[in-house]
């Protein structure tokens, strides 16, 4: 399970969505806008962190919103990266 999950991390429009939805729900246009990426390959890394129960998808009219799943992920996220950042630049 925790492979799968960090495996679904591995990518970075997937780290840039749970970044975008740190700040609160964003519909499906609104992250491939921002994230500068097509909207076939924001669905397919939705459904990859859909399939992880990381965020979560709600429908109104003919929108998708997208929702952090769990906001106490976002703290272990929000750690993870930290540390990561901090030995990479010490690796340099």
Known sequence: M????????AHP????VLE????GE????????????SQSMMSQQIK?????KLITIRKEGIQ?????SNRDFLDVFT???GH????LNFQE
């Open 2 to 9: 925790a492979a799968e999950v960090l495996k679904a991390l």
């Open 13 to 16: 429009i997937r780290l840039g």
């Open 20 to 23: 975008a939805l740190s700040t």
């Open 26 to 37: 964003r519909t499906v246009t609104e992250l491939y806008e921002e994230l500068g990426c």
């Open 48 to 52: 990859t962190l859909c399939q992880q």
């Open 64 to 68: 998708k919103y997208c929702a952090l």
């Open 79 to 81: 750690c993870m990266d």
């Open 84 to 87: 990561l950042r901090k030995y």
